[in-house]
């Protein structure tokens, strides 16, 4: 067996959101000396969540859209693809997939060269938007700007006797990015139901104690206007400190039943969580009544959330849980050493 470091060649070809995860976690592996980590910068650029690369010559595929669908031409390319809305089914008829995981938007609190070429190869032109790009890559303690780094996840932080459900409504009838069949204009519609429902009932029932609401959008304002939260307190800054201070904390399943960043931040911060169901496979030991709580109605949902908060005992067991499970299973380095031991393990 090569006793070699890893190889791993990355096009930048996309710098979507949901991939910062793998590039923070490469580079977390590449400047602790783990892996060879090149990137690629002569290649044709789109904005899609999906990212082809290699580990020592063998190809993969990450994909981290909110659709369980595969994609096939990619599937076929590839020696494994990792997928993170994974259906156990496909998983069974498709002998390439792999759990991708929860998905949150992180990035490196270390200074890097492999860092900064990144940041500076998807720069918009212009020598005030260079400069904008290299200080944001090296402002790794957020002094003038504000991005989710991993040094804001690495301490754990203690449940108060809150709780807390932010979430966004979906425009049934408009969005600016595709045009909305019927079927995916009704899935908003019930979404929007159920977190509505949830927010007016965790409101009567905690009250001062619930930070509960909607975000502030046209949509929200015309349909929900007294639970409509300011903008200013929704910014992903002030969102992430009153997470962290908070006690149970509520995730809501998105478009196509997706499990959002929301119930990966809880995690990462040791939050002991009531979450809407999901049918979704994850790596590692995450489950129902050890991370989190589910429900299925308001009401449910409310119960789930009153258990909690009248159990320290079981917040604590529950909080120990996701901080174990971030540690081993979802920090940026934990995301990016699973993915290349499971191409070598193959």
């Keep these: 067996m090569s006793t070699s470091k890893p190889h791993v060649v990355i096009p930048l070809a996309s710098n979507a959101r949901h991939l910062q995860q793998v590039y923070t976690g490469m580079e977390a592996l590449a400047a602790k000396g783990h892996i060879r980590l090149d990137y690629q910068f002569d290649c044709q650029r789109h904005h899609k969540s999906?990212?082809?690369?290699?580990?020592?010559?063998?190809?993969?595929?990450?994909?981290?859209?909110?659709?369980?669908?595969?994609?096939?031409?990619?599937?076929?390319?590839?020696?494994?693809?990792?997928?993170?809305?994974?259906?156990?089914?496909?998983?069974?008829?498709?002998?390439?997939?792999?759990?991708?995981?929860?998905?949150?938007?992180?990035?490196p609190s270390v200074r890097s060269v492999l860092t900064t070429r990144r940041y500076m190869a998807y720069s918009d032109s212009g020598a005030s938007n260079k400069l904008k790009t290299f200080i944001k890559s090296v402002d790794t303690a957020n002094k003038m700007s504000f991005m989710p780094r991993a040094a804001q996840f690495d301490n754990p932080y203690p449940a108060g006797n809150t709780v807390m459900f932010y979430v966004r409504l979906w425009d049934p009838d408009f969005d600016k990015e595709f045009e909305i069949s019927e079927a995916e204009a009704e899935d908003r519609r019930l979404i929007n139901s159920l977190r509505i429902a949830c927010v007016r009932q965790l409101k009567e029932?905690?009250?001062?104690?619930?930070?509960v609401g909607v975000m502030d959008d046209a949509y929200a304002r015309k349909v929900a206007p007294d639970l409509v939260i300011a903008a200013n307190d929704t910014s992903k800054q002030n969102y992430l400190e009153r997470v962290k201070q908070a006690g149970v904390c509520i995730a809501s399943t998105g478009?196509?039943?997706?499990?959002?960043?929301?119930?990966?931040?809880?995690?990462?911060?040791?939050?002991?969580?009531?979450s809407e169901?999901?049918?979704?496979?994850?790596?590692?030991?995450?489950?129902?009544?050890?991370n989190y709580l589910q429900y299925t109605t308001a009401e449910e949902c409310t119960e789930q959330v009153a258990s909690l908060l009248e159990s320290p005992e079981a917040m604590q067991k529950m909080r120990d849980a996701n901080l174990n499970y971030y540690r081993n299973m979802l920090t940026p380095q934990a995301i990016a050493q699973r993915i290349i031991d499971t191409v070598q393990r193959r």
């Design 50 to 107: 999906g990212l082809s690369f290699t580990v020592d010559n063998r190809p993969v595929f990450v994909d981290t859209a909110d659709s369980p669908a595969i994609s096939q031409q990619d599937y076929d390319k590839c020696d494994v693809y990792f997928k993170r809305t994974l259906k156990p089914d496909d998983t069974a008829a498709m002998s390439k997939l792999e759990p991708f995981g929860l998905y949150f938007e992180i990035y």
């Design 205 to 211: 029932r905690f009250g001062d104690r619930a930070l």
């Design 255 to 274: 478009l196509h039943e997706s499990l959002g960043a929301k119930f990966a931040e809880y995690v990462a911060l040791g939050k002991p969580i009531v």
């Design 277 to 290: 169901v999901f049918n979704y496979s994850l790596p590692g030991d995450i489950q129902d009544k050890q």
